[in-house]
């Protein structure tokens, strides 16, 4: 489900038209109709609650920019969540790990870590 762009259209478009579900919709909509739809949320940006989280990230990223001070600035998609997550890999994970360490002032120890402070 998460690569396929089909699935989750039809989602937000049932979710959209209040349909009981995929089957329901398909069962009241055409072809040409669902083209349509299709067409309209290019046109106009997503539909359902994601266009939420944009319009929302749009406007706290300008509140941030207009009292920060001089630097990077915040895009929309910093305030954007990401419902779909991939569980992080054990790798993902070790490499977190020793950036705090390093931002902490903290020591490696691990294989293939730094052991410029190890004595």
Known sequence: MRDDGWRQFLHRLAAHLGARSIRHLLADI?????????????????????????????????????VAARGRKATPRDFIPEWDHRPATAEDMLTTARTVTALLGGTDHTAGGSSDDAG
């Open 30 to 66: 055409d072809s040409d109709e669902l083209a349509e739809w299709m067409a309209y949320e290019r046109v106009t940006g997503p539909l359902g609650p994601t266009r939420g989280d944009v319009l929302h990230g749009i406007r706290t990223a300008v509140t941030a920019n207009t």
